[in-house]
Each structure stands twice: as structure tokens, then as C-alpha cells.
């Protein structure tokens, strides 16, 4: 493999002209991010360098325990980051552990199986942290969505129940429309890719030095991959977390 | 005294240190037309919720047909107790979809003809079952909410306020309606402001800062 990969310290030194260039934007528009900016830029580069250097141990070291350690990580800090948007859907760290662990676990499993993947660190971790991300987004979005959609459908959802529709019967709508709304990053992106973005999974190979033509059947992969992880981490969670919005005796909250 | 549909003890209902229904005691029975008149904010409305079981009385109790109503299944309660909104919201896009709902909900196939009968029983078309809800008017959305709430006759009709805002000819045939059920035996509990109804009213009674009061025109 032709590796051209080259990013000296001295590089991302002046790629920092890159950050300036939006703080001064912010601070001249008076946007308000400057703060969360600098924050987001101090975590990144800590958490990468902490990442990097942890990444080599694991794959020098090769160990399934310490592979699957890694994963559980990934899955606790995407389930941590996806209560957080929650906004007070009670246990949403439970609903959301169990949405990223099974949809990471799942797509894992069927990818290892299919023989896409092999069970190394080097390919298992990437592979874990893409598909949590993407189902831990898809996840804080579908709460998102029914957070707003049980404020502002609440008549709605009343006279359901007035009826006498079960919990279910009542939600369904909304349920369906959290699901959708946690899906739609994933689908358009599905349906742009290769014409609108290079991913980076593809794009990163491609730099790397891989045929373009072989980077597109893993970025296909990837495609299918978290189409799967974010219907399928959105579903649980949007069916786990909907009879939240009820108290035991079937009223609204 | 003729069999009461529902017995109601000592029933207090509290949000945080605001008491909105204060010790109500009242019998109602079997098939009565009982008119609830009374200020607005007074607890009328969340009078009829907690009948509904749609509110949970924070102490007291509502006994329906001699059996607490909190010991029944919620979903055949609510189906047999049914509440009409003042301002109801319909569903999806059609009127079809809102008249699909109560066949629905009790896994039960959609009789188009029940339903077209239905809507001719207030006065609504038989090719308004396609129509879409947005361009109904407010008057043809209540009456399409009462279709949807009496498709399967319920034991106990609660009402609230739904003549308000009515033109008097739509009133004339929601009345007519409720009247047609009144005959077959259902118990109507309405709350109005409406003195057309309240003049018209079999039984009276109001509701003035959360307690059973005597209406102040008898």
C-alpha cells in the first residue's frame, strides 16, 4: 500500500489558522460558540491523542477481552451522550444502552459472519465506534422528536386514550415519526453519497491509498451497516421510551 | 330510586397546593341526562376527566355500576365511559381514518355502512367520508368526533361543552343526536354553558369553586 499519509505535528500546528478562522467569524458575528468551540477543540485533540495512543496498545497487544472492553466503552460514553438528549424521558440511559449495545452488537455479528469484518482490534473498534455514533445520533433524534411530538400533539394522544386506545394504539404516530425523524440523517446521506460527500470511511482509504474502486465496496458496507444500526437502535429506543410519556394508570405524564 | 351508574364518595382532586374538586358526594343513575352547569374554572371539566378516568382522584372514589372504577381495565372502561372534547382534534389526513379508529381499537373489521349511516345521523354525506379534515369546517369536525366516540354505543356519554362555538342549526342536530341516545339508554353527563340546555336540562346541577352547589336560577 502506497501510504502518503503524512501529518507532522508542525502541520496540524498551522491547521489551527483553521480554528481562528471560525472563532473570528463567531466572535464577529457574534454567534455565542466561541466558548463550546474551544471547549470541542481541547476534547478533541486530548480525546484523539488519548484514543491513538490506546489504539495502538490494543492492537499491538491483540486480545479479545481488551477488544470487546474497548466496544463496551463506546457503547457506554454513545448511551451517556444519548440521555443527554433525552430531556428527562425517564430512564433513557437504560433504553438508550440497550438500543446502541443491541443495534452495535447486532451489525457486528451479521458483518463478522458475512466475513466483512474480521474479530481484530484494528478492524472491530473503527467499526464499533462508527455504527454506536451513528445509532447514538439517530437515537438522540428520535427523543428529540417525541419529546416535541407528545408537547405538541398532547390533545391528540388524549382523545386516543379517551376512546379507549391502548398505550401503544395511542403513540403509534408519534412513535413512527420519532423513528423516521432518528433515520433521516442515515437515508440522505445513503442517498447522496458518492454524488454530495466522499465518506470517511472511503475517503480515509482512498488517502491511505486504496484502489478507489475496492474503497467504495467497504464504504457500500458501511452504507448498509448503519442503515441497519440506526433502524435498528431507533426502533428500540423509541419503543422502550414511548410508555415513558404515561403514568401507571394510562394518562399522560 | 333506580340503579346508579355511578357512586361518587368524598372525591378530592389536587395539582401541586391548588384543590380543585373539594369533597364531592353525589349518586347518578342509570340512563340520567345530568347537566353540569357552573363558572368557568370551577372543576367542571375535570370533573368529567376523572369520571373519564383520564384524571386520577387524589383521594375519594368513583364507583361505576358498584365497582371502583380504578379496579376496571382501563381500555374497556374508557370504551364503555366514553368523553367528548369541547375541541376535538381529529386524526390523520381523512375522515375515514378518524371513523377507522374505533374499529381499530377493538380489532374489529371497518363496516363502511355503519359508518355512512353514521354520518347521515348528523347530517353529514355519505362522500364526506373522504373528505380531508382540513377543509372541514369546526362544526363538521364536532360532529365528526361524536360519530367517532358513538360508532360503538358507549354505556355512559360525557360531553364537555361540545355545543360551544356551534351554529344553531349544527347544535339542533348534535342535540337530536344525543337525544336518539338518551332513548336507547345511555347516560349523558353534559357540562354547558349553553342556557338553551340548561333550561332544557332534566336534572341540574353546578360546580362553583370545586364543590356541588345548587344551581343559583332553580
Known amino acids: ?253 | 330510586m333506580a340503579e346508579l351508574i355511578f357512586d361518587i364518595q368524598e372525591l378530592n382532586y389536587v395539582v401541586g397546593d391548588h384543590q380543585i374538586l373539594h369533597s364531592m358526594t353525589t349518586q347518578i343513575e342509570k340512563g340520567a341526562n345530568l347537566t353540569i352547569e357552573g363558572p368557568s374554572g370551577s372543576g367542571k371539566s375535570t370533573f368529567l376527566r376523572l369520571l373519564a378516568t383520564l384524571l386520577t382522584p387524589t383521594s375519594g372514589t368513583i364507583l361505576f355500576e358498584g365497582r371502583n372504577q380504578l379496579e376496571y381495565p382501563k381500555i374497556k372502561y374508557r370504551q364503555q365511559v366514553s368523553y367528548c372534547f369541547q375541541q376535538p382534534t381529529l386524526f390523520g389526513e381523512t375522515v375515514r381514518d378518524n371513523l377507522k379508529f374505533p374499529f381499530e381499537i377493538r380489532n374489529a373489521a371497518f363496516d363502511e355502512q355503519k359508518v355512512l349511516t353514521s354520518l347521515e345521523s348528523v347530517e353529514l354525506s355519505a362522500d364526506m367520508i373522504d373528505q380531508q379534515i382540513t377543509k372541514l369546517s369546526g362544526g363538521e369536525k364536532q360532529r365528526v368526533a361524536l360519530v367517532r366516540n358513538l360508532l360503538f354505543t358507549p354505556k355512559v356519554l360525557l360531553l364537555d361543552e361540545i355545543s360551544a362555538g356551534l351554529d344553531a342549526d349544527t347544535k339542533g342536530v348534535v342535540h337530536r343526536l344525543i337525544q336518539s341516545y338518551r332513548a336507547s339508554g345511555v347516560t349523558v353527563i353534559s357540562v354547558t354553558h349553553d342556557e338553551t340546555e340548561i333550561a332544557a336540562a332534566d336534572d341540574l346541577i353546578e360546580i362553583r369553586n370545586g364543590q356541588l352547589g345548587v344551581p343559583s336560577h332553580e
Open chain 1, 1 to 253: 500500500m502506497n501510504n502518503n499519509l503524512i501529518v507532522s505535528p508542525t502541520a496540524l500546528a498551522f491547521a489551527v489558522v483553521l480554528v481562528v478562522i471560525a472563532l473570528a467569524i463567531n466572535l464577529k458575528e457574534k454567534i455565542g460558540l466561541e466558548r463550546d468551540m474551544i471547549i470541542g477543540v481541547v476534547r478533541a485533540i486530548i480525546q484523539l491523542t488519548i484514543v491513538g495512543y490506546v489504539l495502538t496498545y490494543i492492537i499491538k497487544f491483540n486480545r479479545v477481552w481488551l477488544t470487546a472492553l474497548m466496544v463496551a466503552i463506546i457503547i457506554f460514553n454513545a448511551a451517556q451522550n444519548a440521555k443527554g438528549r433525552a430531556d428527562g424521558i425517564p430512564h433513557a440511559f437504560l433504553i438508550s444502552l440497550l438500543a446502541i449495545a443491541t443495534s452495535t452488537l447486532v451489525t457486528i455479528a451479521l458483518l463478522i459472519f458475512a466475513g466483512a469484518v474480521k474479530f481484530v482490534p484494528s478492524q472491530i473498534v473503527p467499526v464499533s465506534g462508527m455504527i454506536a455514533s451513528n445509532a447514538m445520533v439517530a437515537i438522540g433524534l428520535s427523543y428529540r422528536s417525541m419529546n416535541t411530538s407528545f408537547h405538541d400533539q398532547r390533545q391528540g394522544v388524549l382523545e386516543r386514550l379517551a376512546l379507549g386506545a391502548t398505550l401503544k394504539q395511542s403513540s403509534a404516530h408519534i412513535v413512527q415519526m420519532a423513528v423516521r425523524t432518528g433515520m433521516a440523517p442515515t437515508i440522505d446521506s445513503a442517498k447522496t453519497v458518492g454524488i454530495v460527500s466522499l465518506p470517511g470511511m472511503m475517503s480515509g482509504l482512498i488517502f491511505a491509498g486504496v484502489d478507489p474502486t475496492k474503497a467504495i465496496m467497504y464504504q457500500i458496507m458501511v452504507t448498509f451497516m448503519l442503515l441497519a444500526a440506526t433502524s435498528i437502535g431507533s426502533v428500540i429506543a423509541c419503543y422502550l421510551a414511548y410508555p415513558r410519556f404515561y403514568n401507571a394508570d394510562m394518562q399522560l405524564r
